[in-house]
């Protein structure tokens, strides 16, 4: 697993966009937590000689959330996997469908790009990710923390290569909170 140290997180530094907590039940001592940011963008890179080869992996966000968190549903963000010459992307949302009415529509946490961010919106808590645009979701783990699978590589073999990971929603210009990162996880896929 690569700590959320290990990542590179654009305004990472920046105390006033993200800023590096203590975890307790983690097995790193911190964690970043996204305070305020509109371009959202998370990488991770590991060398391939430390998987085993040929073999097909996931990777995994692992993250919580703050109660009030907002802005991780709309828009959806892009995950990225580039291992040796192959490069898969896909749709993800770091926050889940709650609510099942099937409206569609504009989600409660919804924030524009707007001088004042803190203002309150008025907004009804809508379904915002339809089955039909094929987004993956996270998951509860057994530890407490979620999980987001990012995609999946096959090791081929490479002693030299890397594996490149990234989380991005940088399009819409909306602004996001409550992201706590603990890190990516990289597992071996289960077959069947």
Request: charged residues 30%.
């Given at each position: 697993m690569l700590s959320a140290r290990n990542l590179s997180i654009v305004?990472?530094?920046?105390?006033?966009?993200?800023?590096?907590?203590?975890?307790?039940?983690?097995?790193?001592?911190?964690?970043a937590q996204l305070m305020h940011v509109c371009w959202f963008e998370i990488r991770g890179k590991i060398h391939?000689?430390?998987?085993?080869?040929?073999t097909t992996y996931a990777a995994y966000m692992v993250f919580k959330t703050t109660y009030n968190f907002y802005g991780l549903d709309f828009p959806v963000q892009e995950a990225s996997i580039s291992a040796g010459a192959t490069n898969?992307?896909?749709?993800?949302?770091?926050q889940g469908n709650d609510d099942d009415d099937g409206e569609g529509g504009v989600?409660?946490?919804?924030?524009?790009?707007?001088?004042?961010?803190?203002?309150?919106?008025?907004?009804?808590?809508?379904?915002?990710?339809?089955?039909?645009?094929?987004?993956a979701l996270p998951q509860q783990r057994a530890d407490g923390w979620m999980e987001l699978e990012l995609g999946e590589f096959l090791n081929e073999g490479g002693d030299d290569g890397e594996v490149s990971?990234?989380?991005?929603?940088?399009?819409?210009?909306?602004?996001?909170?409550?992201?706590?990162?603990?890190?990516?996880?990289?597992r071996r896929k289960k077959s069947g």
């Open positions: 305004w990472g530094d920046t105390p006033q966009y993200w800023t590096w907590i203590p975890l307790e039940d983690s097995r790193f001592s911190e964690g391939s000689k430390m998987l085993s080869q040929d898969s992307t896909r749709k993800v949302c770091l989600p409660e946490n919804y924030r524009p790009m707007v001088p004042f961010p803190r203002l309150r919106l008025r907004r009804r808590n809508r379904r915002v990710v339809s089955h039909e645009e094929n987004v990971i990234s989380l991005v929603e940088t399009k819409g210009g909306n602004w996001k909170s409550g992201l706590i990162v603990q890190g990516i996880e990289i």
